[in-house]
């Protein structure tokens, strides 16, 4: 079976600098600037570099934190968790379980009954429109 995962060279012409700059350096959007922070249509969110499946639209709520958010995974096998330490702060990054992008953080502070909050980067995502 031939794995997803791409060599550098060809993410590098695939993606903006901007976008391997989230999801391979781990870096992250200035808060309220992706396009999908305040995007509310049906469909699906998706990983940006190999299009596993992340997030329904159902799962997204207005977190006020700048990025878009969710309480809930399409399948939890879908990501992998890592601890990230590198803020001074304990966190738990999430990474696509496919091609190992990062995607952003997890909190325990979400306003749903699941008690998370998917804190992830726009530029990270494709939306597919059920539409």
């Known amino acids: 079976m031939k794995s997803k995962r791409m060599d550098v060279d060809n993410l590098k012409k695939k993606l903006t ?11 992250t959007e200035p808060p309220f600037s992706g396009k999908y922070t305040d995007n509310f249509d049906k469909g699906m969110y998706h990983c940006l570099v190999c299009d596993t499946p992340l997030f329904y639209s159902t799962a997204k709520f207005h977190s006020d934190s700048g990025w878009p958010s969710f309480d809930r995974l399409v399948d939890g096998k879908n990501v992998k968790y890592e601890d990230d ?25 979400g306003p749903t009954a699941t008690r998370k909050r998917y804190c992830i980067n726009s530029l990270a995502l494709i939306f597919k429109s059920k539409n």
């Open 17 to 27: 600098p901007e976008q391997y700059n989230i999801c391979f350096l781990k870096g």
């Open 85 to 109: 330490n590198s803020l001074g702060t304990k966190r738990v990054e999430i990474l696509c379980n496919t091609c190992g992008s990062h995607l952003g953080h997890v909190f325990n502070d």
